[in-house]
């Protein structure tokens, strides 16, 4: 039953990215409040199937990979409501519904949605250190998405073409500030779910807590790469695609990997 | 009664024949009485000269473009073949046309616009503009928003300097804390530098061979002259740089520019080189965070934003129609059953709808 408000959600999304397309081939892109608000009704979607499901299991939906995707998409949701807004990236809209929409409906395609067992008791620092962690991924996807921004606007300044969806664009000063607010919101967020994680009570998986590391370092180290090594916006910028894309796939080795026995 | 509109324009008259017909307000109210108009508003612009009026007889163009002659002398001239004339449902399309950027020379332009209020305004002051104008223009005014917002008839610039005003915005954002250094002081360079300044650059500086006109021209513009053995050094500071020096080799090369770039890696640096020959080496622009536009590229983004602009008359023209359509219905209307003196529809009399400041 739950699974229709994510069905509603994905809906959402997918309106939002369909009137994007339709507006790029027509080339007549204009960041509106419709895609907005669709993203937002998918947004209020998905809190009330996370609550839904939470209620139900009694603790946070957090127990396996098909929650963990959507409480991701929810995360990133999230923080383009915060951030979108405020830092008036109202076209980060346009490059986050894609990738929340093929979040949520991979994972409501995959065979994902398996209720574990046995069922584990609710231990509070590791519903914070889970969920902490995922926030912090959901701040490093939409890093991820200002670095694409970057880029591609970039790209157009460079070789003098300009399409479209450059009118829309931020300024690339403006997107460099938004890329390095949100990494730093990311790496906090971070932070405290990594630390969160030796609280937890339970024995310490080598493999995990080694990539969880080594992408706590990663991050560290683009955020101090302007000043240690001369790191111009461009590769902040292409760092932080890299990293997102590395660290989610470390996520989806290592929980997949975890399912079948520890690591 | 009949609606129609008298005038000439860049599409039909030269320049000197619009100077001859560019006349003030103060000629609306001669301008009744002389030809028994019962409302009569007059648009002058550097591009048109246009009456619209309104009237219970027939009123010949000429008797309008008599009255328009700026002087004894023009009306020995025969300017008849340069007027053009609209009626009624024409003449609303003409003017809804003309608020909307479509008539002018540089397409979706909205000075006319404002042009069009302050017209209203005087019209209005003087008692030219009655329930007739006041219903055509507010509805003009309206229209013209709706064109703006749902097309990109306004987008992207159209001349060289305003497109260096728009790429710097791209890179900077706000524009206010960032410094400039104009190198050589041409015409195209003066500009430019104009242009950034009213978008808030405080920080001008100004480099030439000739240190008089460097001083003159940052008087001009006001900023500080440089002296030109220190520009290079000054690239260190500046976060945009105008060349349009006479200098027959680049003055900035891969070579000159590398060490000042160690020092600004993090500093995005936007270089307009408008001088022909070339005052920048044009491999500068591959260099991590320079963004070089020559005069080329310049005038290719100005045409590529005009062509857009064009694309996008389709969609203006029939918001437009639609408008013209309602907007006829009304006349039709008021036509059959209302003398001007008796409408009573307080929503579109000026007075109550008074216009707003964002307008004016």
Redesign the interface.
């Known amino acids: 039953m739950d699974r229709l408000l994510l069905i509603a959600s994905t809906f959402c999304f997918l309106l939002a990215v369909v009137r994007t397309a339709l507006l790029l081939k027509t080339r007549t892109f204009r960041p509106g409040r419709s895609s907005f608000f669709a993203i937002m009704a998918g947004f209020a979607l998905q809190t009330v199937f996370l609550a839904v499901r939470g209620h139900a299991l009694g603790r946070c939906p957090l127990t396996n990979m098909f929650e963990v995707f959507i409480f991701m998409a929810w995360s990133v949701a999230l923080i383009y409501m915060v951030v979108g807004p405020t830092y008036r990236l109202s076209l980060m809209g346009a490059f986050t519904a894609p990738l929340v929409l093929f979040v949520q409906t991979f994972a409501l395609l995959a065979p994902i949605d398996r209720p574990r067992t046995p069922k584990m008791e609710v231990n509070s620092w590791l519903e914070f250190h889970a969920s902490m962690s995922i926030v912090a991924y959901g701040a490093f996807a939409l890093a991820c998405i200002a670095g694409l921004m970057y880029l591609l606007q970039e790209r157009q300044l460079k070789t003098h073409q300009l399409h479209s969806v450059f009118h829309h664009l931020p300024p690339l000063t403006d997107l460099y500030a938004a890329i390095l607010r949100l990494l730093w919101l990311g790496f906090g967020l971070y932070t405290a779910g990594l630390v969160s994680g030796f609280f937890t009570g339970q024995p310490l998986p080598r493999v995990k807590m080694a990539c969880a590391i080594a992408i706590w370092v990663f991050y560290g180290a683009i955020l101090q790469g302007p000043r240690l090594f001369r790191l111009a916006p461009r590769h902040v910028a292409a760092l932080c695609v890299f990293a997102f894309t590395a660290a989610v796939s470390l996520l989806w080795g290592i929980t997949f990997v975890s399912q079948r026995g520890p690591v | 009664m009949k609606l129609f509109c008298v005038g000439l324009s860049h599409h039909t008259a030269s320049v000197e024949t619009r100077e001859r017909y560019a006349r003030k307000s103060e000629l609306e109210a001669g301008l009744r009485s002389a030809t028994g108009c019962r409302e009569a508003l007059l648009l002058s612009t550097c591009n048109r000269v246009e009456v619209y009026a309104v009237a219970e007889g027939a009123i010949d163009t000429q008797t309008v473009a008599r009255r328009l002659a700026a002087s004894e002398l023009t009306t020995e001239i025969d300017d008849t073949a340069s007027f053009y004339r609209h009626e009624g449902e024409e003449c609303v399309q003409h003017l809804f046309r003309v608020a909307s950027g479509l008539d002018s020379m540089v397409v979706g332009e909205t000075e006319v616009l404002g042009q069009a209020k302050q017209a209203y305004a005087a019209a209005r002051e003087n008692g030219g503009a009655g329930p007739y104008l006041h219903r055509l223009f507010q509805r003009a005014f309206r229209v013209s928003k709706q064109v703006r917002t749902h ?2 008839i306004t ?2 610039a159209v001349s060289v300097g305003s497109v260096a005003v728009e ?1 710097a ?5 706000e524009l206010n804390q960032r410094k400039v250094l104009v190198l050589g002081a041409g015409d195209t360079s003066e500009k430019t530098a104009r242009a950034l300044a009213s978008r808030g650059v405080k920080d001008l500086r100004v480099s030439n061979r000739c240190g008089e006109r460097a001083e003159q021209l940052a008087a001009a513009v006001g900023g500080r002259a440089v002296p030109f053995g220190d520009w290079i050094p000054q690239c260190q500071e500046i976060d945009i740089l105008i060349t349009s020096t006479a200098a027959s080799e680049p003055l900035l090369t891969r070579e000159t520019l590398a060490p000042i770039l160690e020092g600004r ?2 500093r ?1 640096l936007f270089i307009i080189d408008i001088a022909v020959p070339r005052d920048v080496a044009p491999d500068v ?1 591959e260099m ?2 320079v ?1 070089l ?1 020559d005069i080329d ?1 310049l005038q ?2 100005a045409a ?1 934003s005009l062509a ?1 602009r064009r ?2 008359v389709q969609a203006a023209e029939e918001i437009i129609a639609q408008h013209v359509r309602e907007f006829a219905d009304w006349l039709g209307g008021a036509r059959r059953n209302l003398r001007p003196d008796e409408v009573k529809d307080r929503r579109e009399i000026p007075d109550a709808h008074p216009i707003r400041a964002s307008e004016s």
Request: charged share 25%; hydrophobic share 25%; net charge neutral.
């Open positions: 097309t990109d987008r992207g790429l915005g791209k890179i900077f954002g890696w993090d995005p622009n991590e965070g963004f536009y590229s290719s983004i590529q857009q694309r996008q």
